[in-house]
Antibody, heavy 118, light 110 residues
Framework: EAQLLESGGGLVQPGGSLRLSCAAS????????MSWVRQAPGKGLEWVSV????????YYADSVKGRFTISRDNSKNTLYLQMNSLRADDTAVYYC???????????WGQGTLVTVSS | QSALTQPRSVSGSPGQSVTISCTGT?????????VSWYQQHSGKAPKLMTY???KRPSGVPDRFSGSKSGNTASLTISGLQAEDEADYYC??????????FGGGTKLTVL
């Protein structure tokens, strides 16, 4: 069964940067697109970004376009999210998720909390 | 893109059935048969309950069923149980690898 483990969250000042990681196991990592989804405290889920299995295609929500960069290292079975120019409204639990058939997020990690505050 | 529209809350007694609606547009829910539903207990990660409108992953009870008509998808939970109390989110594929979620519905089992 697929397992996903996020890391890298923490407290960062507005305007700062942070890189999240997601270690994957239990499936053939290169065969699946991977996504990041976030959830602000007490709020709903918001899709953030997705990357194809090869890493050659990336897509972003308008709210993070130009500030966040998704990437993956298929040799390490690891997904990343580089977050720059962070704002208070980026405060959220960030989940990584495996995308099956590029159309359903079927396995999720436990999430990592990012807090943007001075 | 705006979030898909869900009722903020629904409730039902044990053994009853409840239906949660999810309304989108002709660019997302109406365009693809790729609607999924997630259950999220407090402090936990979302769990996939149905996908491709009406399919269930292995291990999900058949009390959970999905459907779609036009731009509106629905999740029906029959034979409500106490452990079904959670937040439920719909999600639609929106083309080009992108996804859009609903605002979430809090299910209370009375």
């Amino acid at each position: 069964e697929a397992q996903l483990l996020e890391s890298g969250g923490g407290l960062v000042q507005p305007g700062g940067s942070l890189r999240l990681s997601c270690a994957a196991s239990g499936f053939t990592f290169t065969s699946y697109a991977m996504s990041w989804v976030r959830q602000a405290p007490g709020k709903g889920l918001e899709w953030v970004s997705v990357i194809s299995g090869s890493g050659g295609s990336t897509y972003y929500a308008d709210s993070v376009k130009g500030r966040f960069t998704i990437s993956r290292d298929n040799s390490k079975n690891t997904l990343y999210l580089q977050m720059n120019s962070l704002r208070a409204d980026d405060t959220a639990v960030y989940y990584c998720a495996k995308a099956t058939g590029d159309r359903v997020l079927d396995y999720w990690g436990q999430g990592t909390l990012v807090t943007v505050s001075s | 893109q705006s979030a898909l529209t869900q009722p903020r809350s629904v409730s039902g007694s044990p053994g009853q059935s409840v239906t949660i609606s999810c309304t989108g547009t002709s660019s997302d829910v109406g365009a693809y048969n790729y609607v999924s539903w997630y259950q999220q207990h407090s402090g936990k990660a979302p769990k996939l309950m149905t996908y491709d409108v009406s399919k269930r992953p292995s291990g999900v009870p058949d009390r959970f069923s999905g459907s779609k008509s036009g731009n509106t998808a629905s999740l029906t939970i029959s034979g409500l149980q106490a452990e079904d109390e959670a937040d439920y989110y719909c999600c639609s594929y929106a083309g080009s690898y992108t996804f859009i979620f609903g605002g979430g519905t809090k299910l209370t089992v009375l």
